[in-house]
T-cell receptor, first 113, second 114 residues
């Protein structure tokens, strides 16, 4: 089960962009990179995922390094509601099998008003 | 789509009693569900993997006789904490694996043992 490493905490000012890094140096060629966030006293919420190319959705953007050993979640304009713990997780490709999600420490994002 | 619910959302029980937590996939069938435990300010720790119709697979260090898991249908898995003690107080989260292979998470259950 591949692991990821993230900074324990980051701060951002409201309305400014935030770049949350994740290292996954042991990623295999078929692993997807998933990002989740967890608000206080809630279950994890899906944010975005990708394989090789950069991805955008309404919540965020995901930039994946060319060697895929790291990725960066980008929140273009942080709001107070984005204050949460952000986790990046690797998930093998395919729909069969029992894939465990290995949660690292995650990054606790604090957004300053 | 892909909604997972948990019941109850919070529960308080006395030391020595047992408590059951339900995890349901509301709009999809899940052959595999997962149970996690999360202590304050810590990350999620996988406790066990539950496959419909078979015995759960527990992670190292998790007592299977204390944390009973039943996955009797494709939409329901239950976690029973037997003879609960204050150290079992935690946030319990389940997830269900959909046909995409992704895990969809429930909202969590806060257990407090007094």
């Amino acid at each position: 089960d591949a692991k990821t490493t993230q900074p324990n905490s980051m701060e951002s000012n409201e309305e400014e962009p935030v770049h949350l890094p994740c290292n996954h140096s042991t990623i295999s060629g078929t692993d997807y990179i998933h990002w989740y966030r967890q608000l206080p006293s809630q279950g994890p919420e899906y944010v975005i995922h990708g394989l090789t190319s950069n991805v955008n959705n309404r919540m965020a953007s995901l930039a994946i390094a060319e060697d895929r050993k790291s990725s960066t979640l980008i929140l273009h304009r942080a709001t107070l509601r984005d204050a949460a713990v952000y986790y990046c997780i690797l998930r093998p490709a395919g729909t069969s099998g029992t894939y465990k999600y290995i949660f690292g420490t995650g990054t606790r994002l604090k957004v300053l008003a | 789509g892909a909604v997972v619910s948990q019941h109850p959302s919070w529960v308080i029980c006395k030391s020595g009693t047992s408590v059951k937590i339900e995890c349901r996939s509301l709009d999809f069938q899940a052959t595999t569900m997962f149970w996690y435990r999360q202590f304050p300010k810590q990350s999620l720790m996988l406790m066990a993997t539950s496959n419909e119709g078979s015995k759960a697979t527990y992670e190292q260090g998790v007592e299977k006789d204390k944390f009973l898991i039943n996955h009797a249908s494709l939409t329901l898995s239950t976690l029973t904490v037997t003879s609960a003690h204050p150290e079992d107080s935690s946030f319990y989260i389940c997830s269900a694996k959909g046909t995409s292979g992704w895990q969809y998470f429930g909202p969590g259950t806060r257990l407090t043992v007094t």
